[in-house]
């Protein structure tokens, strides 16, 4: 993997059971990101891998926030987050496609960096299907998020800690806002766990809770550009919150536009 790049992974309770590993051989640069009661687990789980302590026991956005940091204080160009229960990698072909390494996906995901999206990713595999385009912008991204790290450091732009759920959602909408373009690509997908299957991660919490005050958060938070965040139930009963990505993408770049106007 490119030396500019840090590649790394937020676990919580899994121990032992961190899927995504499975993609990565050898695993070498990859960072297990940890809170400190499970150090030691993870510790004696994985020996031989990279360990990063966050510094307190914290929520996924603070957690998240620590891995940029960290990958500052690295001085990286690049970083890549991945959830830690991504079953595959697969490239595109129609459904699932054939399966590949989890560096040749990640490729990938540093082409569309170096491009210039500062927030980019890859299809999650239910959603592929044939006739897509090969990349997709300005839409929902999450589980897998690589972003630019000069464009933390130009925006001071972190995740936003009072999100419970959907920071990842939130990061990429604060980004459309700003007039950036933000990018995932139908050339490889990944296909994380079965939803409940793996437990720990988000599973330890409340998640239903979690979920609804994030929403209440959002509505006051986005509420100066309108109706732009919604909560959704779907038959089985699972919530899901949905941002009107074209609304934001419309107000992002009149913003954009505005600020280019003053500057004249």
Same mark, same amino acid.
């Given at each position: 993997?490119?030396?500019?790049?840090?590649?790394?992974?937020?676990?919580?309770?899994?121990?032992?059971?961190?899927?995504?590993?499975?993609?990565?051989?050898?695993?070498?640069?990859?960072?297990?990101?940890?809170?400190?009661?499970?150090?030691?687990?993870?510790?004696?789980?994985?020996?031989?891998?990279?360990?990063?302590?966050?510094?307190?026991?914290?929520?996924?956005?603070?957690?998240?926030?620590?891995?940029?940091?960290?990958?500052?204080?690295?001085?990286?160009?690049?970083?890549?987050?991945?959830?830690?229960?991504?079953?595959?990698?697969?490239?595109?072909?129609?459904?699932?496609?054939?399966?590949?390494?989890?560096?040749?996906?990640?490729?990938?995901?540093?082409?569309?960096?170096?491009?210039?999206?500062?927030?980019?990713?890859?299809?999650?595999?239910?959603?592929?299907?044939?006739?897509?385009?090969?990349?997709?912008?300005?839409?929902?991204?999450?589980?897998?998020?690589?972003?630019?790290?000069?464009?933390?450091?130009?925006?001071?732009?972190?995740?936003?800690?009072?999100?419970?759920?959907?920071?990842?959602?939130?990061?990429?909408?604060?980004?459309?806002?700003?007039?950036?373009?933000?990018?995932?690509?139908?050339?490889?997908?990944?296909?994380?766990?079965?939803? +409940? /299957? *793996? #437990?720990?991660?988000?599973?330890?919490? %409340?998640? &239903?809770? @979690?979920?609804?005050?994030?929403? $209440?958060?959002?509505?006051?938070?986005?509420?100066?550009?309108?109706?732009?965040?919604?909560?959704?139930? +779907? /038959? *089985? #009963?699972?919530?899901?919150?949905?941002? %009107?990505? &074209?609304? @934001?993408?419309?107000?992002?770049? $009149?913003?954009?536009?505005?600020?280019?106007?003053?500057?004249?």
């Amino acid at each position: 993997m490119n030396q500019d790049v840090l590649v790394a992974i937020p676990t919580l309770g899994r121990a032992g059971r961190v899927k995504t590993l499975k993609n990565f051989d050898p695993p070498e640069g990859v960072y297990l990101v940890v809170d400190p009661h499970e150090e030691d687990l993870y510790q004696d789980a994985y020996p031989n891998l990279n360990l990063y302590v966050v510094p307190e026991r914290c929520k996924i956005a603070q957690k998240r926030n620590y891995i940029l940091k960290f990958a500052l204080e690295l001085n990286k160009k690049y970083v890549i987050q991945i959830d830690d229960d991504v079953e595959r990698f697969n490239n595109w072909n129609g459904w699932s496609g054939e399966r590949v390494s989890g560096w040749e996906a990640l490729g990938e995901v540093i082409r569309l960096l170096k491009q210039g999206f500062p927030l980019a990713s890859l299809s999650y595999q239910p959603y592929v299907f044939k006739g897509r385009v090969d990349v997709v912008l300005n839409q929902r991204i999450w589980c897998l998020l690589g972003i630019d790290l000069n464009v933390v450091k130009k925006e001071n732009l972190f995740f936003d800690e009072n999100a419970l759920e959907c920071e990842d959602f939130d990061f990429a909408a604060q980004l459309i806002l700003r007039g950036y373009s933000t990018a995932f690509s139908f050339r490889y997908n990944f296909a994380p766990e079965e939803w +409940k /299957k *793996n #437990k720990g991660g988000m599973q330890t919490y %409340d998640r &239903k809770s @979690l979920l609804l005050q994030t929403y $209440n958060y959002f509505l006051e938070k986005y509420s100066e550009y309108g109706k732009v965040v919604s909560l959704h139930v +779907k /038959k *089985n #009963k699972k919530m899901e919150i949905k941002f %009107d990505w &074209k609304k @934001l993408t419309i107000i992002g770049q $009149n913003r954009l536009k505005m600020s280019n106007n003053e500057r004249k």
